[in-house]
């Protein structure tokens, strides 16, 4: 291989690693959508409902 050939195969490697060339990036709003509420939901707090005596918990 001379030196050309070899110039010619680096070129090629370069142009084919080099990255793309960026166009302009559209800039997208994100848009703000309120989150849907449970089929369910009725507003109320659930009530606090204790463990009977003698039982826990545990995570």
Do not use: H, I, K
């Amino acid at each position: 291989m001379s030196e050309v050939e070899y110039d010619l195969l680096l070129e090629a490697v370069q142009t084919a690693v080099a990255p793309a060339p960026e166009e302009d990036l559209v800039v997208q709003t994100q848009r703000s959508y309120p989150l849907p509420r449970a089929a369910n939901d009725n507003g109320a707090a659930w009530p606090l409902v204790p463990f009977p005596e003698g039982w826990y918990a545990a995570c």
